[in-house]
């Protein structure tokens, strides 16, 4: 095992046992929100009455908690959250998001900035009301179209100790939950419940986050379910670094899992393990697209499916997709190195994709016990790579499918892996392994015949 492998394995024991952790809150006392004119009948704006329960508790603070009692409907615009609290959602409660703009300070529903210890918890839930920021569904293009303003749903920024367990939220109308320069952070026992069919409705999205643990969520989105980013920003955040993900139940229209496109600045030691996607249009991603790098990257045990949707989605049904790519033609572009897939399996109809380019090659790859099945069965055009987003190259790019394809990248190793085709099998369809400028592939018992052996070899690897 080469350097570069131990130091994904370290990363990997690390998380396990215990590099992430959160500090335990004492609960002190109780502020019930309606005792500071909270009427909670989804009619009366309950923004002022929440918002002074929730000030009177940070004075307090230790813990103290702001009960938002079960059976009412809190209408809601902007509500920022303060240091040394729990935002407690009892039973059934729910907050519902104001449709009006004037209503708002900010474009988020619940922010929090530079707090520490903060608790997000309850069984209740946060209803956003997304097809209501919608003008009408294209039937065509088999998406919702949203109008000119829609609030994300939580922007919590530079939040230290962060807890956010077993609330629900739903119809969220633009992201679900955004993380921004937060460190500590456990996200445990979420339900995501949003439109299949809005876009830009990702998950959980930590950005430019340290520390951080999100596991037993269950997440069905539009866009993607839970995406690390490092979005370009005024302020430097910091890198997104230290992140373990797992036990996740996962369902989009977008990638499942992934790191990107937002890639401004590294983004390392990240572990997605013992997840399940049910759908996707690509299950496992990394997108670089600006300069940060993206290394020490693990997903393990995983099974996925993935499929082609219609053309406004990004994602071509792609199992593993894995590109650097140049946003804008002078992009100054990061590198992806040191990524190890194991124990991972899926259906997908499009291929296992490994591809840098002349500006940016991918290096130090291994794919582990990784078992992929490809057939078409969705109505939509294939043939084709998804590239986006990129101004430097074709977005959609015209390309056969083989099992993996493999471009501009050094030392990939696939050990004990296969490849599988399905009872629909379209010409497009070709070898179990193409690739093409390339250094040091190592094949290892892998499995595999063409899609059609009468016209493509099984491995098509020139040398350089």
Not at 69 to 95: C, M, W
Not at 428 to 452: C, M, P
Request: charged content about 25%.
């Amino acid at each position: 095992m080469n350097n570069s492998f131990k130091n994904i394995f370290l990363v990997l024991l690390l998380i396990n046992f215990g590099a992430i952790s959160v500090k335990a809150q004492k609960v002190v006392t109780v502020i019930d929100v309606t005792k500071y004119g909270a009427i909670g009948n989804g009619k009366a704006l309950d923004t002022k009455a929440i918002q002074k329960a929730i000030d009177v508790a940070a004075k307090l603070g230790n813990g103290t908690k702001v009960l938002l009692p079960r059976n009412h409907q809190y209408l809601i615009s902007t509500l920022v959250l303060k240091s040394d609290i729990e935002f407690y959602l009892e039973g059934n409660a729910q907050l519902l998001v104001s449709t009006k703009k004037e209503d708002y300070s900010v474009e988020g529903s619940i922010i929090a900035n530079d707090v520490k210890n903060l608790k997000i918890s309850g069984t209740g839930s946060i209803n956003g009301r997304a097809l209501e920021f919608m003008t009408h569904y294209d039937t065509v293009k088999e998406i919702w179209m949203p109008k000119d303003w829609r609030p994300k749903l939580f922007i919590l920024t530079k939040c230290i100790d962060l807890e956010i367990t077993d609330i629900t939220i739903e119809k969220a109308p633009s992201w679900s939950l955004h993380l921004l320069g937060c460190e500590n952070v456990l996200i445990d026992g979420v339900k995501i419940k949003n439109n299949l069919d809005v876009p830009n409705c990702d998950g959980i999205d930590p950005d430019h986050c340290r520390n951080v643990e999100i596991r037993n969520c269950e997440i069905s989105c539009g866009d993607d379910a839970i995406v690390v980013k490092a979005t370009q920003q005024e302020i430097d955040y910091g890198p997104s670094a230290n992140i373990w993900v797992h036990d996740c139940k996962l369902e989009t229209q977008d990638s499942g899992l992934k790191i990107g496109t937002e890639t401004a600045q590294d983004i390392y030691n990240v572990v997605f393990e013992r997840c399940e996607i049910k759908t996707s249009c690509r299950g496992l991603t990394i997108q670089l697209r600006d300069e940060g790098d993206v290394y020490n990257i693990v997903f393990k045990d995983i099974n996925f499916t993935s499929r082609y949707h219609s053309n406004p989605w990004w994602g071509r049904g792609e199992a593993i997709s894995l590109t650097a790519i140049q946003r804008n033609p002078e992009t100054k572009i990061g590198k992806i190195h040191n990524v190890l897939i194991e124990n991972v399996k899926g259906i997908a109809e499009n291929s296992i994709r490994i591809n840098g380019t002349k500006e940016s090659r991918i290096t130090d790859i291994r794919l582990y016990n990784v078992d992929v099945t490809l057939n078409r069965w969705t109505k939509y055009p294939g043939n084709v790579f998804d590239n986006r987003p990129t101004k430097a190259y074709d977005g959609i790019e015209t390309h056969d499918t083989p099992g993996i394809f493999i471009r501009y990248s050094d030392r990939v190793v696939l050990e004990n892996c296969s490849i599988a085709w399905g009872n629909s099998i379209p010409d497009y369809f070709t070898n179990a392994i193409q690739a093409n400028n390339v250094t040091g592939i190592e094949l290892i018992n892998f499995k595999g015949e063409s899609a059609n052996p009468a016209k493509y070899k099984a491995i098509d690897i020139p040398k350089l």
